[in-house]
């Protein structure tokens, strides 16, 4: 009990320390719901639920800021024809580059708005289907991201949406969109 009481004494001394740096580095995970749109037009599109996991960067200029992150992530969509259920998973690695502004900053909560693209790089393809092939997935797609942030001392909550800019399929137009809220730890 006496340790513990002593690293929660030490952290809140470091934390104001820590909110000032121009880097910050942490870790983030959180819910995934994406859906895969086509231009098919027999198709209605259905979302799933997922999950993400990583890393991000924060490098603080002013108002301004540059935040790369690194994260594994899984998504896909299921696409329905006349009850026919075409199912695609994905596992990927997602990096966005994000450019963002600080709008808010009241004591330690800081509220802010970032955007940028997102290169995904396919690691695992799943797909359930009888009508697209697995191996017309692309291994890798482009997409944007853009959402709000709130960082509450060394905690951040992200919520964006992700939509899909490069085609994901060879063939017919199918493209990833997604809805993205993350919990962050800022470790530094």
């Known amino acids: 009990m006496k340790k513990f009481a002593f690293i929660l004494l030490f952290t809140s001394f470091l934390l104001p320390a820590a909110a000032q740096l121009p880097l910050n580095l942490g870790l983030k995970g959180g819910f995934t719901s994406s859906k895969l749109s086509t231009d098919l037009?027999?198709?209605?599109?259905?979302?799933?639920?997922?999950?993400?996991?990583g890393a991000f960067a924060r490098v603080n200029i002013g108002r301004i800021y540059v935040q790369p992150e690194a994260y594994?992530?899984?998504?896909?969509?299921?696409?329905?024809?006349?009850?026919m259920i075409n199912s695609f998973d994905l596992k990927t690695v997602d990096v966005p580059?994000?450019?963002?502004?600080?709008?808010?900053?009241k004591g330690p909560i800081a509220l802010r708005a970032n955007a940028g693209p997102v290169f995904s790089f396919?690691?695992?393809?799943?797909?359930n289907s009888d009508v697209f092939d697995k191996d017309k997935l692309e291994d890798n797609f482009l997409a944007w991201q853009y959402g709000v942030g709130?960082?509450?001392?060394m905690f951040t909550l992200d919520v964006r949406m992700e939509n899909g800019s490069g085609d994901l399929y060879s063939g017919p137009d199918l493209k990833s969109k997604s809805f993205v809220i993350s919990l962050g730890f800022k470790i530094l």
């Open 41 to 53: 037009s027999q198709y209605s599109e259905e979302s799933i639920s997922n999950f993400h996991a």
């Open 72 to 83: 594994f992530s899984s998504k896909g969509g299921d696409l329905e024809e006349n009850g």
């Open 97 to 105: 580059v994000l450019l963002g502004l600080n709008l808010l900053k």
């Open 122 to 127: 396919v690691t695992k393809k799943e797909l």
């Open 150 to 153: 709130v960082d509450v001392m």
